[in-house]
């Protein structure tokens, strides 16, 4: 039960961290006049892949490496198969000339990057960890350069300019938010491992991803209330980027990451590669640039099956 409530507690304090975060991050893009779809592709991809962040370095650190590549390929599966096809259940989603131009053929490039990286040798070294970055930084910098001026903004009235002690005073609490959500996840996440006899990777797949997926599910959700399309569909695509260039990236900076579990290799960055190749296709088709609730259930549907074959 303690470690329950350990896994609940932390993903509160994650997910609240997490929005103080986005929050303080979204107020400074705004006085820096950065565009909608921009600050959906950087800020806000970053703000809410910090819960994987923190988590995967923590977990590195304690040397639960089965934590750090589950959580990360849970989490972009989760990303695209749970929280986009809720989104687009929820409302069809025209998507921009930019997904098939720019953030798909990245995020596809990133994917195969990673497994590349792990497939051969088992590890992803710290040298791996550092090409992840810059790519990283090439594509905000492109991202900054060529999208910034050619995408419309769609700054909507409501949008608050938080004073800038407000700013502060958010990042601050987000990150203490977000460093105890981790600690107390974790130590949650590895006594059920231990109590249910369950494989740490298998806690890190439908668990710890899913939970830090939330802030994803919460972002998207609320963009399509708010009919701010560009910003859900950028978001979520963004944030696998994120997760794959600066989450594993830094956290194999820091400490190389091995894998520790055959499955990894054998089937979970498979679903991963298979998932997000499979947006492209559903964009087209049947009618090209829109995302409907036909896709929303092909969507969830295939995280339902990848659930499935986990826990068989």
């Known amino acids: 039960m303690q470690n329950f409530l350990f896994v609940i507690v932390g993903l509160v304090l994650l997910i609240a961290g997490g929005n103080w975060l986005l929050k303080a991050s979204v107020a400074l893009s705004l006085r820096l006049a950065i565009p909608k779809i921009v600050i959906g592709m950087t800020v806000v991809s970053f703000a809410t892949s910090a819960p994987e962040l923190i988590v995967s370095v923590n977990a590195a650190l304690a040397g639960d490496f089965e934590f750090t590549l589950s959580n990360v390929i849970g989490s972009n599966i989760a990303n695209l198969g749970l929280v986009l096809g809720i989104t687009v259940l929820l409302a069809k989603i025209d998507v921009r000339k930019s997904f098939y131009?720019?953030?798909?053929?990245?995020?596809?490039?990133?994917?195969?990057?990673?497994?590349?990286?792990?497939?051969?040798?088992g590890v992803l070294q710290q040298y791996e960890g550092i090409i992840m970055v810059v790519f990283l930084f090439l594509f905000l910098i492109y991202l900054l350069k060529f999208q910034k001026t050619a995408v419309v903004d769609e700054?909507?009235?409501?949008?608050?300019?938080?004073?800038?002690?407000?700013?502060?005073?958010?990042?601050?609490?987000?990150?203490?938010?977000?460093?105890?959500?981790?600690?107390?996840?974790?130590?949650?996440?590895?006594?059920?491992?231990?109590?249910?006899?369950?494989?740490?990777?298998?806690?890190?797949?439908?668990v710890l991803?899913?939970?830090?997926?939330?802030?994803?599910?919460?972002?998207?959700?609320?963009a399509v209330l708010k009919k701010e399309k560009a910003i859900s569909v950028g978001n979520l695509i963004g944030s696998n980027i994120f997760n794959l260039l600066a989450v594993m990236g830094i956290t194999s900076i820091i400490t190389p990451v091995p894998v520790l579990e055959e499955r990894v290799l054998s089937s979970d960055i498979f679903w991963m590669l298979g998932v997000s190749f499979v947006i492209l296709p559903l964009v087209f088709i049947p009618k090209g640039l829109r995302l409907g609730w036909r896709d929303g259930i092909v969507l969830i549907g295939i995280y339902l099956t990848f659930v499935y074959f986990t826990i068989e």
Request: charge should be negative.
């Open 101 to 121: 131009t720019t953030d798909w053929p990245v995020m596809m490039f990133a994917s195969v990057l990673f497994v590349g990286f792990i497939y051969f040798d």
């Open 155 to 206: 700054m909507p009235e409501d949008d608050e300019l938080l004073p800038l002690y407000k700013t502060v005073l958010f990042l601050g609490i987000g990150g203490v938010g977000l460093w105890g959500g981790s600690e107390l996840l974790l130590s949650g996440a590895e006594g059920m491992a231990y109590q249910l006899g369950i494989d740490k990777g298998i806690i890190g797949l439908l």
């Open 209 to 222: 991803s899913v939970g830090t997926s939330i802030p994803e599910l919460t972002a998207s959700i609320i």
